[in-house]
Antibody, heavy 112, light 112 residues
Framework: QVKLQQSGAELVKPGASVKLSCKTSGYTFSTSYMSWFKQIPGQSIEWIGMIYAGDGGTGYNQKFKGKATLTVDTSSSTAYMDLSSLTTEDSAVYFC?????WGQGVMVTVSS | DVVLTQTPSTLSATIGQSVSISCRSSQSLLDSAGNTYLYWYLQRPGQSPQLLIYLVSNLGSGVPNRFSGSGSGTDFTLKISGVEAEDLGVYYCMQATHAPYTFGAGTKLELK
């Protein structure tokens, strides 16, 4: 079945960057789309953007342009999201998701 | 951005009761090709969202048929015909017709 396994929790300092991974299995990664989402605990969900693994084409929520960069490695069926210039407002749970399946989420905490 | 307004924000139900959640959009979700990209998700405590309904009324894989979706244009409804204990959590509608994709604020289903 479809599985999306995300990397572990991150504790990072303000101003730093972090790269999150989402390793997939159970479907044809190279011809699929992957979206990323942000959820502050207790709040609703925001769409960050999506990437098409076939050619690396991306689409971003304007709010996250310059903050998030999406990439893929088709050889390992893994999607990545780089978050840069982190502030406390970036502390949240981040999910990767295909149309029907979501990763387990990864908590990113930005603190000095 | 498209605003999705979910009502009610909290829903108290007994086991076996039928309930409905409304999701109203600030603009039509019907695209030029005749598709309506409206989805429903359930997020149980501490878990990632689970797809329940896609394209307004199509049941997600493995989703019990007590869940049903309906609506068109700007007004959509999720119905649960006979709540079970495992249905407790927060329900979100999401639209993917207009970028950026957006979510409703959520409806928390709890036991009465």
């Amino acid at each position: 079945q479809v599985k999306l396994q995300q990397s572990g929790a991150e504790l990072v300092k303000p101003g730093a960057s972090v790269k999150l991974s989402c390793k997939t299995s159970g479907y044809t990664f190279s011809t699929s789309y992957m979206s990323w989402f942000k959820q502050i605990p207790g709040q609703s969900i925001e769409w960050i953007g999506m990437i098409y693994a076939g050619d690396g084409g991306t689409g971003y929520n304007q709010k996250f342009k310059g903050k998030a960069t999406l990439t893929v490695d088709t050889s390992s069926s893994t999607a990545y999201m780089d978050l840069s210039s982190l502030t406390t407002e970036d502390s949240a749970v981040y999910f990767c998701a295909t149309p029907g399946s979501w990763g387990q989420g990864v908590m990113v905490t930005v603190s000095s | 951005d498209v605003v999705l307004t979910q009502t009610p924000s909290t829903l108290s139900a007994t086991i076996g009761q039928s309930v409905s959640i409304s999701c109203r959009s600030s603009q039509s979700l019907l695209d030029s090709a005749g598709n309506t990209y409206l989805y429903w998700y359930l997020q149980r405590p501490g878990q990632s969202p689970q797809l329940l309904i896609y394209l307004v009324s199509n049941l997600g894989s493995g989703v019990p048929n007590r869940f049903s979706g309906s609506g068109s244009g700007t007004d959509f409804t999720l119905k649960i015909s006979g709540v079970e204990a495992e249905d407790l959590g927060v329900y979100y509608c999401m639209q993917a017709t207009h970028a950026p994709y957006t979510f409703g604020a959520g409806t928390k289903l709890e036991l009465k």
